[in-house]
């Protein structure tokens, strides 16, 4: 993985720069870069949409959205460079010969060009037709692609055809964000710099794994987006499962993107198929009806302006997954996600297996396993939980479970927690790919996910209600319970 150094000149073009992601996310995260000094003095902005502004219009856009998105004090004299960087483009990604004007935009410019695709998928194809037919893609180029690619492996397929009919893999970079969350990255760390938990990763010593992913947002006004998606395809076959293979993935030979990427594949590959003959055992599926979030009424999912009152569409998704191979056969992993639950709250919870004999009976009848728990949100950071003598004189040795807690917040005082967005687009200038997914990890991911969607439609599978507010439907928790285990809450 790449150092946090200068990078050389580039181009960086976001099609679709007036959208929500760009506006939210990627504005602020180059205009972070620069406060750092990590974007090269002589690279430029290019912002591409259909709507119609004067270059001066698009800059009062972008500070208007820094200013409501960027958390500390803006800079001015760090704003003022920046905001030179830019340059406009209106431009229709569906007319090829529009492309053309984009071209006198990008003349004189820099030899590599970053193309951000913050576009819906299925243009994608639209914008390297017109990039190839204005003769605006060469071998140091690179392209950025958001997810979700596809709704299934056939689409995802389609989609990458589309694009690699102009790009090839290494000129590729698949986003997920979740990889450069800091937390998720100190996976690696906890994993392979710790002989305390390298020599003990394994079914030998863990007994399952939880991975919570709950919001408690709604669908946000995106219900068009949303009801064509669901749950297991928008956060399960992307960001959980990126998450899994981090965790369950063995050593790589090193920080190289093939290394990594190699690695993470063999678990996605490695795990059991969910189809129609398990699907009862193995997956909980369910839907948010009318509840209670902080003590206000909010609608249930059917009740959301624009519903289609009579959609099956998944809001939840409770999943036992298993891995095939010898470090983790017979360890589950629980996978959990939802909207509108009980808080915000992402985290993997490694449970170790208890101690096989007690000799502390008189204080502690039944000791507690040990659990690390790694928080991704919000409070990020990592927590161990152990056990421990009580101070004092006793006719009896008294002890009591402690935690270990590093909290990023507490521990890095001066040090301001990097957006997964920053890291991913510094990854992309540097040209590094090992935070960002292969074509390989994204169609394993579908061949698995699309199992289950294929089975829910066979068996005719009905979400289960649950109210907002709550940890999910009743039947997540006897999916666990039937292991004579408990989800973490």
Known sequence: MSNLDCQSASDIVIFGALGDLSRRKLLPALYQLEVSGLIHKDSRIV??????????????????????????????????????????????????????????????????????????????????????????????????????????????????????????????YRIDHYLGKETVLNLLVLRFANSLFTNNWDRNSIDHVQITVAESVGIEGRWGFYDEAGQLRDMVQNHLLQILSLLAMEPPADLSAESVRAEKLKVIRALKPINRENIKDKVVRGQYSDGFLEGVAVPGYLNEEGANANSNTETFVAIKAEIDNWRWKGVPFYLRTGKRMQKKHSEIVIHFKQQPHNIFKDSYSDLPANKLTIRLQPDEGVELQMMNKIPGIASQMLIQENKLDLSFSDTYKDQRVVDAYERLMLEVLNGNQSLFVSRDEVEAAWTWADSIIEAWKTTNEVPKPYAAGSWGPVASISLIARDDRQWVE
């Open 47 to 172: 912002g591409a949409a259909r709507q119609e502004h004067s270059l001066e219009e698009f800059k009062s856009i972008v500070v208007e959205n820094l200013t409501n998105f960027v958390n500390e004090t803006i800079d001015e004299q760090v704003l003022t460079c920046f905001i030179n960087r830019f340059v406009y483009q209106q431009l229709d990604f569906k007319d090829s010969a529009s492309f053309n004007l984009l071209a006198d935009a990008l003349a004189n410019g820099n030899k590599t060009r970053v193309y951000y695709f913050s576009t819906p998928p299925s243009i994608y194809g639209d914008i390297c037709q017109g990039l190839a037919q204005a003769n605006l893609i060469n071998d140091a180029d690179r392209v950025v692609m958001e997810k979700p690619i596809g709704h299934s492996l056939e689409s995802s397929i389609e989609i990458n055809n589309q694009v690699s009919k102009y790009f090839t893999e290494k000129q590729t």
